[in-house]
């Protein structure tokens, strides 16, 4: 992500080294983690990797999640659309609104449709992608690092016409 993006109560801005410590403590609460399906856990100093060789971004479309100056949590949406918190923000629709800014920043860049998905119990998730608009369109098995185990996944996708039928 090279834009800042401002919402009501969100700023939306690229990850920056020093971003790494709430990176490290979001990804040691497992509570957050058990939900992901790359992070290890216990997560290491090691582990994170937030720039390339050549000091660019790792994952260009990722985003960080400030409230109040403060980093919450991390988003990104091309071309799969994903989002974790810390746990202290559960609950206050940040996921929602953090969600809605980069789907919609997706398809004005021109992406035909985002793709998304979550694993089976995780109702949070669940509610957010459908208020966003996502569909369910399958069920599928997923490898989740932290728990070391495949589990179900329900995939969901969201369609550039949907989208534009929903925002007109």
Known sequence: MQDVIETNRLTLRPPVDADGEVVIGGFNDFDVVKWLANPP???RQSDLHLRLEDGSSRWPGLACIEHRGAMIGMVSAEPHFGYWLLKHAWGHGFATEAGRAM???AFHRGADYISSGYFAG???SEAVLTKLGFQHVGESRQWCEARQQT????DMWLDRS????ATA
Do not use: G, Q, S, V
């Not at 589990?151 to 329900?154: A, E, Q, S, V």
């Open 162 to 165: 949907d989208w534009d039928a």
């Open 151 to 154: 589990l179900p996944h329900h």
């Open 103 to 105: 789907r919609d920043a």
């Open 41 to 43: 856990y216990p997560f």
């Open 122 to 124: 995780n109702t949070a």
